[in-house]
């Protein structure tokens, strides 16, 4: 097991030693094993291909420092990881990215079979990494096996060029699978149930979760899953008509000097550096995911309708101000300080996620927003209708979907503002994006250095964290997040209840109803209404 206080465990791929870490307020150490393949390295003829089982080694593996990050625009994943409070030191950049980081307590037992909880992390799909996000509190006091998987991002993770032939995107998400697959075949020598495993992510890494709920290729990889701020169905990260992926078939071509007939054998050719400086310009665009006919045959709503769904128990929910801080200002929006009411239309053009519904009668969304003469007012309001149609009504349309293909739904609305965050955000920020991320995963009991720098949390927010922990930790044990000295969390069913995360919990039912039937009714029968009445006017 051990060698001098460095943990080896044998593979069917080779032997690989890992190190001790420590975590507070528990007597119960983590083993860590970084950077452990699960696929050949993608690069050369494996640029835009499948991936491939990794060859296995003689020697023993080094794997206590952190394995390189997939190709990403690194300085803007510091921006963002800046702004939702994280300082680490960043490994390398590099293609050769195809690697999971283990976390297992170092007091199990040669028969244990643990848990086992693998983190998607987020960053839109283009940035971030697995070593981004430390599993050794979730590990150490809920006695379950971590594991953090990467997958490739940005073009080389999901480009497609809409004909079915040369490239079918979707590269990062079949990673997804590869690393599944992984960990049923290896899992139990880190002490894990294979049989047993809950996939959980957040942001993009919860879209990549509820992608796996609805694709065959996930069918019994997992047994429940969690998506926390995120579903396939959010606007931006799931195309499915043609049109669409030949728009950024045709964007990459232009950015990167190929044709786009020849666009794949063009970028194979390009040199991992060419291809960084590609998309690293501030115009490169966030590749989506897409209906590519094998990880998705179909698009998201219809896989549910149908109910070809795995039927997994699924944790859904979303944070209270989504739209409140860390995206705005990641998207340099300038009216954080107040929206003055003759502003809201033109900020309503500018919305790269109301793009959708702007050329829709602005008083529809007048009287959403029911503008104040009160710049603050409407800022909140503004900052909400953005939260609402990226995270909030996806959500719960993805929550009732689910529930109604028959498996188990529990659905939340976490509330509580980080007290770490009082003076690097305004105090008008509430739960904001990624928020959650601070009590799922014990920040208040990571050693020093591993997601912040060094903060005192008070004894409130240990409380929160445990608790958060606990309801997370029990879904990954039995499909259901409730125990003893829980608040009790109902199921989401016809009642629509859903729980309530602050410093105390409690229950509440239907959330924003009368917004989802805003967005799902009212509006797309104006305009259906609309495009009659324009029909009828060209044909007079």
Request: hydrophobic share 40%.
């Amino acid at each position: 097991q051990a060698d001098g206080g460095t943990p080896l465990v044998e593979t069917k791929y080779g032997k690989i030693r890992g190190t001790t870490l420590t975590v507070k307020e528990v007597d119960r150490t983590v083993h860590a094993f970084y950077g452990i393949p699960f696929a050949k390295p993608p690069v050369g003829p494996l640029r835009f291909a499948a991936p491939e089982p990794p060859e296995p080694w003689t020697s023993v593996r080094e794997a206590a420092e952190y394995p390189p990050m997939c190709l990403q625009p690194i300085e803007m994943t510091k921006k963002m990881m800046k702004l939702i409070g994280v300082e680490v030191t960043y490994p390398p950049v590099s293609e050769d990215c195809l690697y999971l980081n283990i976390f297992t307590p170092s007091d199990r037992g040669d028969n244990d079979r643990l848990p086992v909880m693998v983190y998607i992390h987020g960053g839109g799909l283009v940035a971030e990494s697995a070593s981004l996000y430390d599993g050794s509190a979730l590990s150490a006091h809920e006695n379950l096996v971590y594991v953090a998987i990467q997958y490739r991002l940005g073009i080389l993770g999901f480009l497609s060029t809409g004909d079915g032939q040369t490239a079918s995107g979707n590269y990062g998400l079949l990673d997804q699978v590869a690393a599944l697959r992984w960990v049923q075949e290896n899992i139990r020598d880190f002490g894990g149930d294979p049989g047993s495993v809950t996939i959980f992510g957040e942001s993009a890494g919860a879209v990549s979760v509820s992608a796996l709920v609805l694709s065959p290729l996930g069918k019994g990889l997992f047994h429940r899953a969690i998506a926390q701020s995120g579903v396939a169905i959010m606007p931006g990260f799931m195309v499915s008509s043609t049109e669409e992926l030949i728009f950024y078939r045709d964007f990459v071509a232009n950015e990167s000097g190929c044709e786009p007939s020849s666009l794949v054998d063009c970028l194979r050719m390009k040199s991992e550096q060419e291809i960084s400086s590609i998309i690293s310009t501030s115009a490169f665009l966030p590749i989506p995911a897409c209906v590519d006919g094998v990880f998705l045959p179909k698009p998201a709503e219809e896989i549910l309708t149908a109910k070809e769904n795995s039927k997994v128990p699924f944790i859904i929910g979303i944070n209270v101000q989504e739209f409140g801080w860390v995206i705005p200002k990641s998207l340099d929006l300038k009216y954080m300080d107040g929206l003055p009411k003759e502003s809201i239309q033109l900020e309503l053009g500018r919305s790269m996620f109301l793009g959708a519904v702007s050329s829709l009668d602005y008083t529809l969304l007048d009287k959403y927003i029911e503008s104040t003469d009160d710049p603050l007012e409407n800022r909140d309001r503004f900052l909400d209708l953005q939260g609402d149609v990226m995270f909030v009504m996806p959500a719960l349309k993805i929550a009732k979907l689910h529930r109604d293909s028959g498996s188990p739904v529990y659905f939340y609305e976490f509330q509580h503002r980080p007290s770490l965050f009082q003076h690097s955000r305004p105090q008008w920020v509430k739960a904001d994006h990624c928020d959650d991320l601070v009590f799922v995963f014990g920040g208040p009991f990571l050693r020093d250095g591993a997601f912040y720098k060094s903060y005192n949390f008070p004894e409130e927010e240990k409380t929160l964290s445990k608790t958060v922990m606990r309801y997370w930790a029990n879904f990954a044990r039995t499909g259901d997040p409730n125990g003893p000295g829980l608040a009790r969390w109902p199921q989401y069913d016809q009642d629509e209840d859903y729980l309530q995360i602050d410093l105390q919990q409690k229950v509440a039912r239907r959330l924003k109803d009368g917004k989802f039937n805003f967005w799902t009714k009212v509006l797309p029968e104006k305009i259906q209404k609309m495009s009659e009445e324009a029909k009828e006017h060209i044909e007079l």
